[in-house]
């Protein structure tokens, strides 16, 4: 079925142990696509200034990535972000913020997009998620991201939308600060309580914890590995991986087995993603590595 | 098959956002031991003093352990710990440890003890543990726990004993420590490169990371629990659990689906004990409970 995404593309300048690289391709529908293209079509929408070096038409060709949604837009520039990962690489520290044209009005859903049925919303300001999604006609299956600025500038407009999606995706700390919960189970039953029909808590290096309304829960180690290169986009490359498994199985809402699948899947895509700097590792893997990775996933936590 | 364990016996006094327990029964040893004798007959041996207000023999009544090896010291005071769990109930400070008989020279262990096959020896002095390795004349599987203390006061006993046992149980924050290493995964593997052929990294509330000689993984959650009153003698608990499954079932050191099994035995175990203050929750849960545990981790994380 027709998967949407709404995020922002960036300019990334990433510094980590394993060496620098400046501006560089990133951004979370960037990730998003990337991973999710491996499972279903994917409608992008986004916008940069018209300074944007990259091509990317050519960063997604052969992928069933469809642009229409990419707005160039004259006289603006383009969203910056820059950052250094400590020697502990799943920390890290923000250098740089230049939302450019990320501040400015957000880019059009094209009115052949409004028919998507599965909707994913990048972290942006709540408002703006409820904006987007307004512009969509019968969404099926709509999941939000969310970080801790929003949590703590925008609670409400992040209630309301609370109310409007299926699935809320956070990180750990996140959830901690959303509830006042420092025990994660307890902090995503409150999440739950809040409106979606389920919560996907990331843990980074951790693994994920999923809850639903129904009182179910799931939980998944990440892949245990030595090769960290850039963990930048691991959690849009996740959530890619998740939501194009489930748009690809036109899984329902309340499809647990689905939902744990794609969680799974968001799990090996994730891992593979932060092996190399910004979107290299996808020029050389390929579902194929997917579905290898996956399986070793299985193969190392299977007893 | 036969299984030693060496440790501790403390009078605990344990302060959690769920209450304050003065006074109770804790220690290394009989945590251990609880969890283990549900999977196969246990050898105590470990020390107190004659102020020691348990009666352990009544403790342990209807339990398959072997309370041989337990000295009453006279004109010696039993170990005293008492600490402070947080709102994060991961977190703890320790208050007081009065080492008491803990500082003097260790139980001896009994002849009849001799022939054990399998072996935990519980965190104390490297150095302790090695001489109580040198009373038992053939192990089979041994395996040892050990602290930050010795890892940085202690270091050269520590790679010692590392070069002697089979298996190093350790936390996540101690096996950083001890090999610089940020990524655990690498972590593990430097500390297989000095002597045991496997290495499991305790991640508390994240769960389990195993990894062996021969370059095998294995990963596993902890149990999503909202039921945390008392973290007290998890780690315990889980060793208790691990080698109780693996001497229950003889298993070779390097039979990795058994060990695989063990981890997730004590996982189980680990999650039941922290629902309620010392050993307060055994009063209540048989192996039934145990197995249905383990039933409900699988089902938890099956994709």
Redesign the interface.
Known sequence: MTLLVTGSIGIDTVKTPFGVRNDCLGGSVVYFSMAAGFFTPVRFVGVVGDDCPFDLVEVFKGRDVDLAGLEIRKGSKTFRWAGTYH????ERTTDNVELNVLAEVPPKIPAAFADSEYVFLANTHPGLQMELLGQLSEPKLVVADTMNLWIENENEALKELLGKIDGLVLNDSEAKMFTGE?????AA?EIIKMGPKFVVVK?G???T?LATRKGE??????Y???E?KDPTGAGDSFAGGMMGYLAGKSAAVDDL?SL??S??YGTAVASLVIEDFSLDRWQKAGKDEIEKRLGQLCN????
């Not at 420092?182 to 307890?186: E, F, I, R, S, V």
């Not at 829960?217 to 990440?222: E, Q, Y």
């Open positions: 020697e502990d690489i799943n420092q025990n994660l189970l307890t039953k843990k290096e951790h693994g914890l829960c799931f939980v998944l180690p990440a245990p590995t030595e960290v087995e744990k699948q969680l799974a190392m936590m299977r007893f």
